[in-house]
């Protein structure tokens, strides 16, 4: 199978949207296969940045990029996006984005509940990018929810509407929030169906064709392992799997679909939002590392915790995700310091681990073993092959090979499209 999925091997922002940007080239379609507009993705294109949350990052290149029925789809996020990236010179129209008739919807509601519960949790809560994510996908496991196939049957879609609330505003109500109407809620579904519904279509009898006719296929994960409703660190997660077997169910392909699994990790650690992280810095290291790497969030523009690279955490992803090779990005982020450190494993309460155990406590008492390299004095950045890289550089990569235990195939010197190294292609093996 000449497919490739690339997935986060980390807490997300890893710069999924330039890789997947940078292979769609060599890809016929890209599909998204789960989560929704939380996520948040910069490309940047000689003059130009794209910011992508909900279409496929094969836009820009002109690829047909396909949104699943594992992806929460907000039609106003939606369109939103669509009318940005046209202004941007992309296009995009129904003969180059199709969506999953059978994908539901995210409501205001969703949004309404996900910021309601929120402020309810108080100095315990998620930090959640407040898109309704979670509340989406919970009705849709629930069996509630409003589907994109329901904008064409405006008696679904009333009686429909009638369970959802009955259940969104009795927890709204009880939250002390505002609760919805469902004659306003249905006008504007019946508005959206004429302009979301052209893009509707079983988005599975198309990757059938494809695969038939052995076209490339580029699924684009979004969010990342850490973040996965399984196997993340829970509950402070997403409310998706994110690992890479979702491709097959969140596209309507088979469990074969993935094809080659890419992951994506940065050459140190970031993360936005609440809950463990055991390589965090909170001294001056980690605020230059956030500062040299612009970490702040592409969706809520908050500001991203930043660490080490921890190898113990990309290992259990690369095993749980199923990775088969690592991008690892960012590593001009890194040019100058004197040392760097990696995370080989962890002490709970004096115990050693190699893996962070489920645990939610375990998680907030990890405490990481480091092991020291010697920084680099050259500079990485812009870096396309790997001869220009500094010796310390190189070796600082082969470790982290060492320690993950998979192949870094593809490293990343620049926010840049073509500031690429490639050691080894994806859809050639
Ligand atoms: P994603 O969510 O995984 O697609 O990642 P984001 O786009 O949210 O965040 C990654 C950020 O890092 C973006 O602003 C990218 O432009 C930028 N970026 C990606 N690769 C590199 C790189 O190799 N070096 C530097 N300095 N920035 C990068
Ligand atoms: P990309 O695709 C980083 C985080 C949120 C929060 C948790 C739950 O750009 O890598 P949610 O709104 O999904 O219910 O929030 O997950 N989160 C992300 N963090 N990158 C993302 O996407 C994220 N999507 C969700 O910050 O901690
Ligand atoms: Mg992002």
Known sequence: MANVTIIGAQWGDEGKGKVVDWLASRADIVVRFQGGHNAG??????????????????????????????????PHALLAEIERVSAQGLKVTPETLRIAENAPLILPLHAALDSAR???????????????????????????????????????????????????????????????????LL??????????????????????????????ILFEG????????DHGTYPFVTSSNTVASTAGSGSGMGPDAAGRVLGIAKAYCTRVGAGPFP?????ETGRLLGERGHEFGTVTGRKR???????????????????????????????GFKEL???????????????????????????????????????????????DLPAAAIKYVKRIEELVEAPVTLLSTSPERDDTILMQDPFAS
Not at 64 to 72: A, H, K, R, W
Not at 119 to 147: M, N, S, W
Not at 367 to 378: C, F, H, I, N, T
């Open 41 to 74: 993705h910069t490309l940047v294109v000689g003059n130009q940045t794209y910011k992508l949350s909900l279409l496929p990052s094969g836009v820009v290149n002109g690829k047909l990029g396909i949104i699943g029925n594992g992806v929460v789809v907000d």
């Open 118 to 184: 929120e402020a309810a949790r108080g100095d315990r809560k998620i930090g959640t990018t407040g898109r309704g994510i979670g509340p989406a996908y919970e009705d849709k496991v629930a069996r509630r929810a409003i589907r994109v196939c329901d904008l064409a049957e405006p008696d679904t879609l009333a009686a429909k509407l009638d369970e959802l609330l009955l259940h969104h505003n009795t927890l709204l109500a009880g939250l002390g929030a505002a609760t919805f109407d469902k004659d306003s």
């Open 187 to 216: 006008a504007e579904l019946l508005r959206l169906a004429p302009r979301l519904l052209p893009y509707a279509e079983p988005v599975w009898e198309r990757l059938a064709q494809a695969k038939a006719k052995g076209k490339k």
């Open 222 to 229: 979004a969010q990342a392992v850490m973040l996965d409703v």
């Open 279 to 283: 390589t965090e810095l909170d001294d």
């Open 305 to 335: 915790r930043c660490g080490w690279f921890d190898a113990a955490l990309v290992r259990q992803a690369v095993k749980v995700g199923g990775i088969q090779g690592l991008a690892l990005t960012k590593l001009d982020v890194l040019d």
């Open 341 to 387: 450190k990696l995370c080989t494993g962890y002490t709970i309460n004096g115990e050693a681990y190699s893996y962070l155990p489920a645990a939610m406590g375990a998680q907030a008492r990890a405490r990481p073993v480091y092991e020291s390299l010697e920084g680099w004095s050259g500079s990485t950045r812009g870096a396309r092959s790997w001869a």
